[in-house]
């Protein structure tokens, strides 16, 4: 008789510090009905892996669903799976740190479930050989991938219904390979379709069934509430498994002691294939597209698996600068570590939460909040080293070295590219007003220009993946594209007068070339001898760091012989954009200020008042930063910031001086 082993397995996580309603939603919605339906059927064997954050914040605010979960744990209904404490990507943090958050989370289970775990959740499932010899160094047997992994090394399909083993010298780990098919059936099938899929796997030899995802698409994902609990999806499932005497659920250390391997495996790095493909530089991912709708979409799934693939997860540090710069300021602090205290060192660990750093269908990087809270922890490493001072480091990796400054009160990073400010964090506030991005096109805003592309939403439950979203008509004209990244102390030069259409749709005509272009560094003044239209030009900036200020001394000189329009600019990042107040008015759409010295804005998120100041009058616009970003249930319009442009017309020089203060209110 033909049977299988089902390894069912679910993973939970949310963001460090993610908002408490939205965790509260999470645990109403899909772990609290998950779990007190599984309680059950205690005999029904599942694996789970929880992040430690989360697992703790259910432990002291949710006390019951905590209980239900040790009740399961001493039953033997679950089998703990280790993993990264916050929740990292593992091949992304230093290799001390990365066994430090597993052990943190080992002593964790080990204490409240009375487990020592042998398996580990892969963040992601990103697939690096060179965590192979940490994962045992933390007492880890096996993990789990995606079969992509293997298919797109050339596994055959056939044979993806067991383990396999993989070693890095003597070091050596058994790797699940999880089923795709699965995953889109679970739970968006019937569930008798669910066990015939699961059946597809049965045979005369010893076989797996292996299924790990989301416990978040068990209730949480859009109209998944309504059919896993409200028409009882999960109870039925469970109770088809349970009487198919075709099917066994098993853990998967207990298949691994009582099945052998059915090879070796050697892999590429990589993660599933949707992670792949959003991993791209934007151009790069549509050109994937259109090679699989050339090839065919079913050569690619077959033959083609193994040849046309995406990139890898640490490409988000290529394609989003920002990423890359607050994941190599995550390096720079981890080098510091033997000077932190134990609290710093959680900080760090914090830091290093995955969800920040990258994009997919969730909202990741595009997220301000969850950006501002690794910006918090940053600063707070930052403010414990209490290392004040200048310094010339490179911290981003472009060949350049930043000038990283820190006075009583700021935490301040100038690049040469520009010689522009790239962090401005209050070590008070532990709040960087530098946390903007840029907008840039994602694969995904075709179905927003060419909304005739979309199929009409279907009532059917289907998985994240297939999900159709609604476009809102004026999103088409919220998509601009910036050339340069947000930072401040930008500075700009056009033949044409600039206006707050112009800057906010950025139409206007650049002449200069010193905002994406690098500066010389003397120890004092940046410096760039470079064009305005054919003339040379030459543009010297001074910085004057003080307590709470910043102060900048700039003179320009020209052969440019017409007249020409200057402008500099400040980009800014606030956790309440819609709240704060410009020279007391609220932003809305955009802000024109005339013959203005200064611009004082005040912050309720930081109750703190920034101060842009000169010497001379100047005409001022304000325009909100804002991204169109993808999320689990429709696109959304972001505010990431808001940008300021001080201008003012000028022939062959100028000589200007900005003051930038932070202030109590």
Request: charged residues 25%; hydrophobic residues 35%; neutral net charge.
């Amino acid at each position: 008789m033909k049977k299988v082993s089902l390894l069912f397995g679910i993973h939970m996580h949310q963001p460090v510090d993610n908002f408490d309603e939205t965790v509260a939603k999470a645990v109403t919605e899909c772990y609290e009905p998950f779990f007190k339906t599984v309680m059950q059927t205690p005999n029904f064997k599942f694996s789970l892996h929880c992040s430690g954050w989360l697992l703790e914040k259910i432990r002291l605010e949710y006390p019951k669903l905590f209980e239900i979960m040790q009740y399961l744990s001493k039953k033997g209904a679950i089998e703990w799976l280790s993993g990264g404490y916050y929740e990292p990507v593992l091949c992304s943090i230093p290799s001390k740190d990365r066994v430090a958050q597993i052990q943190k989370l080992n002593l964790y289970i080990q204490k409240y479930m009375q487990q020592k775990p042998k398996g580990l959740w892969l963040t992601e499932r990103v697939w690096d050989n060179t965590i192979i010899r940490d994962l045992k160094r933390c007492n880890i047997e096996y993990v789990m991938v995606d079969d992509y992994h293997f298919l797109s090394n050339g596994y055959p399909k056939e044979k993806m219904n067991g383990y396999y083993i993989t070693n890095d010298g003597n070091s050596e780990i058994k790797l699940f390979p999880i089923s795709k098919k699965l995953r889109y059936a679970l739970p968006f099938s019937k569930p008798q379709e669910s066990i015939d899929s699961i059946l597809q796997y049965a045979s005369t030899e010893p076989s797996a069934a292996i299924f790990f995802d989301d416990a978040e698409k068990f209730g949480l994902w859009p109209k998944t509430n309504e059919w896993v609990y409200g028409q009882k999806w999960l109870e039925n499932f469970i109770e088809n498994v349970l009487k198919n005497s075709a099917i066994k659920t098993m853990h998967y250390n207990e298949y691994i002691n009582k099945n052998r391997a059915l090879g070796l495996a050697y892999l590429n790095d990589c993660s599933y294939s949707e992670m792949g493909k959003w991993s791209l530089k934007t151009e790069l991912a549509e050109e994937m597209e259109d090679l699989i709708k050339k090839v065919g979409e079913e050569f690619y799934e077959n033959e083609g698996i193994a040849l046309i693939k995406g990139g890898i997860w640490n490409n988000f540090f290529i394609k989003y600068s920002e990423s890359n710069y607050l994941h190599k300021r995550m390096l720079y602090l981890s080098s510091k570590q033997k000077g932190l205290s134990q609290e710093a060192l959680d900080s760090l660990y914090r830091l290093q939460t995955n969800d920040t750093y990258w994009h997919g269908v969730f909202g990741g990087f595009y997220l301000p909040n969850l950006r501002d809270n690794a910006y918090k922890y940053l600063l707070k490493i930052e403010k414990s080293l209490q290392k004040k001072g200048e310094e010339l480091i490179d911290i981003n990796k472009d060949g350049f070295k930043e000038l990283k400054v820190l006075t009583d009160n700021l935490s301040i990073v100038i690049s040469k590219i520009g010689a522009q400010m790239v962090e401005f964090g209050s070590l008070e506030k532990f709040f960087n007003w530098q946390n903007t991005i840029m907008r840039r096109k994602e694969l995904y805003h075709n179905k927003i220009l060419h909304p005739k592309m979309q199929n009409v939403a279907s009532a059917k439950v289907v998985t994240i993946h297939n999900l159709q979203r609604d476009v809102k008509s004026d999103f088409k004209e919220m998509l601009i594209y910036d050339w340069y990244a947000k930072n401040s102390f930008i500075e700009h030069i056009s033949d044409r007068e600039f206006t707050l259409e112009n800057f906010k749709n950025l139409t206007y005509k650049e002449i200069g070339d010193f905002v994406n272009e690098p500066f010389e560094y003397d120890g004092k003044n940046f410096t760039r001898e470079g064009k305005i239209g054919n003339s040379n030009a030459i543009l010297k900036k001074k910085y004057h760091f003080k307590k709470s200020k910043i102060v900048l001394k700039s003179k320009l000189e020209s052969e440019y012989s017409k007249v020409a329009f200057f402008a500099q600019e400040f980009n800014f990042h606030f956790a309440h954009s819609n709240k704060i107040t410009i020279n007391g008015k609220f932003l809305n759409d955009g802000l024109l200020f005339t013959e203005c010295k200064s611009v004082k804005i005040y912050d309720d998120f930081t109750q703190k008042e920034l101060i842009i100041s000169s010497d001379e009058k100047w005409q001022v616009f304000a325009v909100p930063i804002i991204t169109i970003s993808e999320s689990e249930k429709d696109y959304e319009a972001i505010t990431q910031g808001v940008s300021f442009l001080f201008t003012r017309e000028f022939e062959k020089s100028l000589k200007i001086r900005f003051e930038l203060e932070v202030k109590d209110v």
